[in-house]
Every structure is written in structure tokens, then in C-alpha cells.
Nanobody, 121 residues
Framework: QVQLVESGGGSVQAGGSLRLSCAASGIIFSINAMTWYRQSPGKERELVASITDYHKPTYADSVKGRFTISRDNAKNTIYLQMNNLQPEDTATYYC???????????????WGQGTQVTVSS
């Protein structure tokens, strides 16, 4: 069993910064991609940023140049540095990880419970 715990959310003014963390724990043999998603009320969950096990990042167009995703494989942790936050970034941010529990096991997805980010104008 795998658990993902997000942290670092909060309330900031537009133009401010936050750094989110997502730590994976449990029975983990390897982790492929880890991804940040976000969702606000009445809207679909959307991909924000993703990073592979070899540190190749992907970003949504809306956050390019403002957000940076990184990972520490030894700690099974990813980070999302969010700069120049805007009200449109207000959402619950969720961590997703593609995890194999053994060398013979298949990868499967796990979700964290989310951390709230609120940006005021």
C-alpha cells in the first residue's frame, strides 16, 4: 500500500509564492512519473505539471515560466515551486504517482488527499 501526503498549501496574495511537497511512502519498489493536478469547484481536474523518473518535466501552458516541478528520488518526493501566483491558480492541488510495489509488479496510480491553495487579488 502506498500513501501520498501533500503539504505546503496556504493563502497568498497575487504575485506571491508557495512551495508544495508530495512525499510517497509505503511499499514502493519504483516510481515512474509523479504529477501535480489541481481542481477548483465546478471545474474538471487538470494537469499542472509532471515529472518522469529521469527528471523530465512537463507543464501546462497556464503555468509555464511560473511553476517549477522537481523530484528527489531518494526521498520519493516531488516539489512544486509556484511563483507569481494568480487568483486563477486557486484550487486544491493533488499529487499523483505511478508506483510499482515490486520488481514483478505492475505500475498503478495513487492519489494524495490534496492541499488547498488560495490566491487573493
Amino acid at each position: 500500500q502506498v500513501q501520498l501526503v501533500e503539504s505546503g498549501g496556504g493563502s497568498v496574495q497575487a504575485g506571491g509564492s508557495l512551495r508544495l511537497s508530495c512525499a510517497a511512502s509505503g511499499i514502493i519498489f519504483s516510481i515512474n512519473a509523479m504529477t501535480w493536478y489541481r481542481q477548483s469547484p465546478g471545474k474538471e481536474r487538470e494537469l499542472v505539471a509532471s515529472i518522469t523518473d529521469y527528471h523530465k518535466p512537463t507543464y501546462a501552458d497556464s503555468v509555464k515560466g511560473r511553476f517549477t516541478i522537481s523530484r528527489d528520488n531518494a526521498k520519493n518526493t516531488i516539489y512544486l515551486q509556484m511563483n507569481n501566483l494568480q487568483p486563477e491558480d486557486t484550487a486544491t492541488y493533488y499529487c499523483n504517482a505511478d508506483v510499482a510495489g515490486s520488481a514483478r509488479g505492475h505500475f498503478q496510480y495513487y492519489w494524495g488527499q490534496g492541499t488547498q491553495v488560495t490566491v487573493s487579488s
